[in-house]
C-alpha cells in the first residue's frame, strides 16, 4: 500500500526533471530550428536570478501583496458567486431580471475591466481586487447555477413532506447537494484570477510579482521574467490545490472511485446467497411451468 503513492511521486519528479533537463539541453546549446531557443534563458540562469531574488525584501513583498489581493477577490467572488448562482437557479424572478445582465457581461474578458476599475475606484487596489473578483465570479456563478438545476427534485420534496420550510432545503439539499459542482467552478475560479490579477498588476499595479515581471521585461532581464513565470506557477497550483482540498473534505460522503492497473474500481457489491441444487431446482420448477403455460397460450392463439 505504501509503495503506490511513492511510485507516483516518483514518477512525478521524474516527469518534472525531464521537463527541466529538456529545457536546459535546448537553450544551453541554442537549438534555433522553428523556436528560438536560443533566446530563452538557461534552467542555471533562472535558478541564479531566483535566489539572487529570495535573498531581497522586495520579492517577498510582491508575494504577498499579490496574494492578499487574490484572497480578498476570490472570497469575494466564492460569496457573490454561491449567492447568486442558487437565486438564479431558484427563482424565474431573478432569473429574468438578473440573467440577461450577467449573460452580456461574462463574455467580457476580466483584464478589458481595467479602465472601468480606474475610473470606478480611487485606489489602484481597490480596482485590482475587483478585477480579480470579477474574473473568479463568473466560473462560480455557472457551475453553481447548473449543479443546483441538477438536483433530483425527490429529495427537496421529502423534506418538505417532513415539514421543511425554505431555509431547511436550502441548508440539507440544495448547499450539500451541489457543492461538488460549487468547488469545481471554484476550483476553475481560482486560476483565472491568478491571470487577471497579474494583468492588472503589470497594467495599474505598483507592488506584486505580476509588476515585477513586467518590470523586468522592460529592462530585458529574462532570467527574471521567467522567476515571476515560475512563481506564479507555483503559487497557482498551492492555492488550487488547497481548494480542492477542501472540497474533498466537505464532500468526504460522495463515493470515490480508485483506479488500479489503469481500471477503475467501483465499491465491491455484497455477495448474492448460494441456494441448494434442490432449493434451485424446487423454486425453478414453478417458473418453468410459467413458461410452459404461456407457450401453450400462445399456440392455441395461433390455431
Same mark, same amino acid.
Given at each position: 500500500?505504501?509503495?503506490?503513492?511513492?511510485?507516483?511521486?516518483?514518477?512525478?519528479?521524474?516527469?518534472?526533471?525531464?521537463?527541466?533537463?529538456?529545457?536546459?539541453?535546448?537553450?544551453?546549446? @541554442?537549438?534555433?530550428?522553428?523556436?528560438?531557443?536560443?533566446?530563452?534563458?538557461?534552467?542555471?540562469?533562472?535558478?541564479?536570478?531566483?535566489?539572487?531574488?529570495?535573498?531581497?525584501?522586495?520579492? !517577498?513583498?510582491?508575494?504577498?501583496?499579490?496574494?492578499?489581493?487574490?484572497?480578498?477577490?476570490?472570497?469575494?467572488?466564492?460569496?457573490?458567486?454561491?449567492?447568486?448562482?442558487?437565486?438564479?437557479?431558484?427563482?424565474?424572478?431573478?432569473? @429574468?431580471?438578473?440573467?440577461?445582465?450577467?449573460?452580456?457581461?461574462?463574455?467580457?474578458?476580466?483584464?478589458?475591466?481595467?479602465? *472601468?476599475?480606474?475610473?470606478?475606484?480611487?485606489?489602484?487596489?481597490?480596482?485590482?481586487?475587483?478585477?480579480?473578483?470579477?474574473?473568479?465570479?463568473?466560473?462560480?456563478?455557472?457551475?453553481?447555477?447548473?449543479?443546483?438545476?441538477?438536483?433530483?427534485?425527490? !429529495?427537496?420534496?421529502?423534506?418538505?413532506?417532513?415539514?421543511?420550510?425554505?431555509?431547511?432545503?436550502?441548508?440539507?439539499?440544495?448547499?450539500?447537494?451541489?457543492?461538488?459542482?460549487?468547488?469545481?467552478?471554484?476550483? *476553475?475560479?481560482?486560476?483565472?484570477? !491568478?491571470?487577471?490579477?497579474?494583468?492588472?498588476?503589470?497594467?495599474?499595479?505598483?507592488?506584486? *510579482?505580476?509588476?515585477?515581471?513586467?518590470?523586468?521585461?522592460?529592462? *530585458?532581464?529574462?532570467?527574471?521574467?521567467?522567476?515571476?513565470?515560475?512563481?506564479?506557477?507555483?503559487?497557482? !497550483?498551492?492555492?488550487?490545490?488547497?481548494?480542492?482540498?477542501?472540497?474533498?473534505?466537505?464532500?468526504?460522503?460522495?463515493?470515490?472511485?480508485?483506479?488500479?492497473?489503469?481500471?477503475?474500481?467501483?465499491?465491491?457489491?455484497?455477495?448474492?446467497?448460494?441456494?441448494?441444487?434442490?432449493?434451485?431446482?424446487?423454486?425453478?420448477?414453478?417458473?418453468?411451468?410459467?413458461?410452459? @403455460?404461456?407457450?401453450?397460450?400462445?399456440?392455441?392463439?395461433?390455431?
Amino acid at each position: 500500500m505504501t509503495r503506490r503513492p511513492l511510485a507516483r511521486y516518483a514518477l512525478r519528479a521524474v516527469s518534472l526533471a525531464t521537463a527541466l533537463g529538456l529545457w536546459q539541453l535546448l537553450t544551453s546549446m @541554442d537549438v534555433d530550428l522553428w523556436l528560438r531557443f536560443s533566446q530563452f534563458p538557461t534552467v542555471t540562469d533562472v535558478a541564479r536570478a531566483f535566489s539572487d531574488r529570495l535573498s531581497g525584501a522586495d520579492y !517577498w513583498t510582491d508575494l504577498t501583496d499579490s496574494l492578499s489581493r487574490i484572497l480578498g477577490g476570490f472570497a469575494l467572488a466564492a460569496v457573490l458567486g454561491v449567492a447568486t448562482g442558487v437565486l438564479v437557479a431558484r427563482s424565474r424572478l431573478a432569473e @429574468d431580471l438578473l440573467g440577461p445582465v450577467l449573460e452580456v457581461v461574462r463574455p467580457i474578458p476580466a483584464i478589458a475591466l481595467v479602465p *472601468v476599475a480606474i475610473l470606478l475606484f480611487p485606489s489602484n487596489e481597490q480596482g485590482i481586487v475587483f478585477i480579480t473578483c470579477t474574473a473568479a465570479f463568473f466560473p462560480v456563478l455557472v457551475s453553481t447555477r447548473h449543479a443546483v438545476r441538477a438536483l433530483t427534485p425527490v !429529495w427537496e420534496e421529502a423534506v418538505r413532506t417532513m415539514g421543511g420550510g425554505r431555509l431547511r432545503i436550502l441548508g440539507s439539499v440544495v448547499l450539500p447537494g451541489a457543492l461538488p459542482g460549487i468547488f469545481g467552478g471554484l476550483s *476553475v475560479g481560482i486560476g483565472v484570477s !491568478w491571470i487577471c490579477v497579474i494583468s492588472a498588476e503589470m497594467i495599474s499595479g505598483q507592488y506584486g *510579482v505580476g509588476y515585477r515581471t513586467w518590470q523586468d521585461y522592460t529592462v *530585458v532581464n529574462y532570467p527574471g521574467v521567467f522567476v515571476g513565470m515560475v512563481t506564479i506557477g507555483v503559487l497557482g !497550483w498551492v492555492t488550487s490545490t488547497a481548494v480542492e482540498l477542501l472540497g474533498r473534505r466537505l464532500t468526504r460522503w460522495l463515493p470515490r472511485t480508485s483506479y488500479v492497473g489503469g481500471r477503475a474500481r467501483t465499491p465491491r457489491t455484497l455477495p448474492v446467497p448460494v441456494r441448494a441444487e434442490g432449493e434451485a431446482e424446487h423454486e425453478s420448477q414453478p417458473d418453468q411451468q410459467g413458461e410452459n @403455460d404461456t407457450e401453450e397460450a400462445r399456440d392455441e392463439h395461433l390455431v
